[in-house]
DNA sequence: CGCGTGAAATTGTGATCACAAGAAGATCAT
DNA sequence: ATGATCTTCTTGTGATCACAATTTCACGCG
């Protein structure tokens, strides 16, 4: 998880390529069984194979990535347990994490998420699966940022890496023709400052969608 | 964390020696503020810089240790927010894990957790922290198993790597004298197939210790 | 056409080295 | 005695290479 602190502007060639990495895995922009080796990595990032190799491990260490017997690597193919396990931890830490976000949720954070919800739409429009689930990603970071509590929200991106080149399966299934309805759920909850409400739209929100990827 | 397959009886150098250190870390074997250097692990284990690099790393990802801004190493040194951050997800994640193992907590089991019992309180008797933290974690896991959530079991243990420094403090406050009540509850409620009784017992054993850490 | 075998190519792991950066220690000046 | 500066030592990062293991491909046979 990202916990380190590495503010200075030419982080280490290793962390470049793991944020790459872990942001294209995250949104979505990578299938599942998608294998990944540390020669090409190195040839895609310019970097030679230490760097890609702990870039690699990093993200098989969080998670993110699967690792073989041999030592291959891919992204994961999640399972329907695995995949029902993974919104159980998104249900129990996000509800959290909005409860927490909720005494500080002002109108200005209020208004912030109504823009990303916007953005969400102009995804829609352009049938942009990876920009949905990225601005759909921000619109839940942006709230959880409020409460506070970095050890969980890295919980819960942790979950969001895992479930990444599944959610893109996801989209395809939903079809999605508008805003998730919960969202605006969560906002007028948090506008009436609701906390029950909230509650329940978060983890409706987090778990409805999921639960189409069982099969 | 421990999600990669390699059943193979010669792991990989890096993986024993991340392994090791984890074990280390987990069970409250290392002080907060503790430093690990490359070449200092590589003489401990025995390796050369690669896979002690490899396994720091891992454990950085895993936030088991902690980086500085200039790439130095150490066990973390827990606020008062963060323990109690980790409690909450503690408290979030095992309650469910019991839950979910209840349905597969026949009498065999029972009889394992009373026998771990059994060597918490040869622990305490030794006045032997280690194996305490051991013990104790060990208590939960073997319940937790029974879940049969990995994922879940999964986050619980990057919950107890994290803690793991702190917990040695803990270990000193609370000058143990007998095992923890709570863990009589949780045997009682899982011979009477008590969810909320072991949802309660299990709560209130996860977060009662960790809220004498904060000052 | 499919399967098995062998060879070649590709892969991951670990060691080593060079180099840059940071930390620690020593010395000098106020 | 304390602070600043300089030097030395230690540290982490990345590149490269060797080697073992795995995978892929090609060819032959049934």
């Not at 429009?125 to 970095?150: C, K, M, S």
Request: proline share 6%.
């Amino acid at each position: 998880m990202l916990t380190q602190t590495r503010p200075d502007p030419s982080p280490s060639a290793h962390d470049r390529v793991y944020r790459m990495l872990r942001t294209r895995i995250m949104h979505g922009d990578m299938a599942p069984g998608q294998a990944l080796t540390l020669r090409g990595i190195g040839r895609e990032f310019d970097v030679s194979m230490t760097p890609a190799r702990e870039s690699l491990r990093r993200l098989v260490a969080e998670g993110a990535l699967t690792m073989s017997a041999s030592g291959r690597v891919s992204t994961p193919e999640l399972s329907n347990e695995r995949i029902e396990e993974l919104a159980a931890l998104r249900a129990l830490i996000e509800v959290e994490l909005a409860s927490r976000a909720l005494p500080r949720a002002h109108m200005a954070l209020i208004e912030r998420l109504q823009t990303i919800n916007t953005g969400l739409a102009d995804a829609i429009a352009r049938q942009d699966p990876v920009g949905y689930i990225r601005t759909n990603l921000e619109f839940h970071r942006t709230l959880y940022l409020r409460a506070q509590a970095p050890a969980m929200l890295a919980m819960a991106e942790t979950v969001w890496l895992q479930l990444g080149p599944t959610m893109r399966m996801l989209y395809g299934r939903l079809r999605h023709k508008e805003v998730p309805q919960y969202h605006r759920l969560i906002i007028s909850a948090l506008k009436a400052g609701d906390e029950p409400g909230l509650r329940l739209a978060v983890r409706s929100d987090v778990t409805q969608g999921l639960k189409m990827l069982q099969t």
